[in-house]
């Protein structure tokens, strides 16, 4: 419904800087999902259509976690890596900042530290504490100057059983978070009786984060 | 955080609360922490929810609910009924001048002018500046492109702010969110202010309904829109 939630729980959990949206809501045609280079809105709320003949639907975008990742191809020290559950993550203690990876992803959902980055509040209101996973340094409250930053899936939740913050924050529970490999899964059951799509699909990433289809497109007319 | 808030959550809950203490909430009253804290307490809550007008007693004066107001007749108004707006109606003389009706509707982003000046709510609303939904073909009209810095005025005063094309709009009709600052720090609108636009003729019916504040109709405003060089 576009309201934001999911993307301003996210700024808050991970201390994104003023500026950085890891994750963001783009203003679609429904269903149009699959070409969201093209159909997304030049503004949020600026529906498709001529009036008064309009379509309108909210797309997130956040990382994809791709099964078939470019960015993780591109670096060229291995700092983006794969965990084993397919979540797609930045180890900040390789990242040497070629940025090859903010070129390569197709979705555009990187974001680099130029600068120390200014945080409104100015104290640290989310996880706030330093994460490993396999031995690597993959979240911290401020990352330094000159990494790439994005989507954890909010690994530091999951790994002790909660659900990512965008998940729990939904106030209409649009967000399903799951095992994918568990066909008996809500995920998985919801992706099958529905008929989920992934974005960009033509491009081979395989994501991980699926769309299911807009049941009830709001059509405006007179 | 902590040098902000120095308390466990615990121990603001009893310190609001009050719990255990003489003078503690009502809804807690004669209850431990210990008690609320373990188990299901029964709070000391009335067993209804309140519901507006339960008792079915209306503060009217044949203290039903009146679909017919005797009180009104004076205005004229004393079933619900059409009436022209006052301003924005194509029978208005004014029209031909300012012919399109100005809205100043809410967003979501804000609640009236509370929450409009924080940071991550005006990176997602527009950087925080006021702009003008218009039709394409309003604006063609008018030889304003997308994005364009546009002056929308009436009689009555000015707003600027750039022009925003929305299919969503319908032709005829123009919309700046309200709600935004122009303070000696925050100007959300490049010059003016949407309510410089809006008439404060009060419904005179209103004024005479008990517990009801008088207002005007801020939808009910004619305006003209032209592009602004530079």
Redesign the interface.
């Known amino acids: 419904m576009g309201c934001w939630t999911c993307a301003v729980g996210c700024k808050a959990i991970n201390d994104e800087p003023l500026g950085y949206w890891w994750n963001r809501i783009l203003t679609t045609e429904p269903n149009g999902s699959a070409q969201v280079a093209t159909s997304a809105s030049p503004a949020i709320d600026v529906p498709h259509g001529v009036f008064p003949n309009l379509e309108l639907a909210y797309l997130p975008v956040a990382c994809q976690h791709c099964n078939n990742a470019p960015c993780q191809k591109v670096c060229p020290v291995g700092a983006t890596f794969r965990r084993e559950d397919g979540v797609i993550l930045i180890d900040y203690e390789r990242c040497i900042g070629c940025r090859y990876c903010l070129a390569a992803c197709p979705y555009g959902v990187r974001i680099f530290n130029w600068g120390p980055g200014e945080r409104v509040p100015d104290f640290i209101i989310g996880y706030g504490e330093d994460y490993r996973t396999e031995g690597r340094l993959v979240f911290e409250p401020v990352r330094p100057m000159g990494v790439m930053e994005k989507c954890t899936l909010c690994v530091e939740r999951i790994d002790v059983g909660e659900e990512p913050f965008c998940v729990a924050v939904c106030p209409v529970g649009a967000r399903v978070f799951g095992d994918l490999n568990d066909p008996q899964s809500e995920v998985s059951t919801l992706i099958n009786e529905e008929g989920a799509s992934q974005l960009l699909a033509q491009l081979g990433t395989d994501p991980n984060i699926y769309y299911l289809p807009v049941r009830h497109p709001d059509k405006v007319s007179e | 955080?902590g040098?902000?808030f120095n308390q466990t959550p615990d121990e603001y809950i009893r310190m609001i609360l009050r719990i255990g203490q003489k003078d503690a909430d009502p809804t807690v009253k004669g209850l431990t922490f210990a008690q609320l804290t373990h188990g299901a307490p029964h709070l000391n809550m009335p067993t209804i929810p309140y519901v507006p007008f339960f008792d079915k007693k209306f503060p009217t004066k044949s203290g039903k609910i009146e679909f017919y107001v005797e009180m009104l007749v004076p205005y004229h108004q004393e079933i619900c009924d059409y009436q022209e707006p006052i301003e924005a109606t194509a029978s208005n003389p004014l029209f031909k001048k300012y012919p399109l009706i100005f809205l100043s509707t809410h967003t979501?982003?804000r609640t009236h002018s509370q929450y409009t000046h924080l940071?991550?709510?005006e990176?997602?609303n527009?950087s925080g500046q006021g702009f003008l939904e218009i039709?394409p073909k309003d604006a063609h009209d008018r030889g304003i492109q997308?994005g364009d810095v546009v002056k929308i005025f009436n009689d009555r005063g000015i707003l600027k702010v750039r022009a925003?094309?929305?299919?969503?709009?319908?032709?005829g009709i123009v919309n700046c969110y309200q709600g935004g600052w122009d303070t000696v720090r925050v100007h959300q609108y490049i010059e003016g202010h949407p309510n410089n636009l809006t008439h404060q003729i009060a419904n005179p019916a209103q004024s005479i309904i008990p517990n009801f504040r008088s207002n005007a109709a801020y939808y009910d405003c004619l305006v003209q829109v032209q592009r602004e060089d530079g």
């Open positions: 955080m040098s902000y979501r982003f940071p991550w709510l990176e997602i527009n039709n997308d925003r094309f929305t299919e969503g709009i319908k032709p």
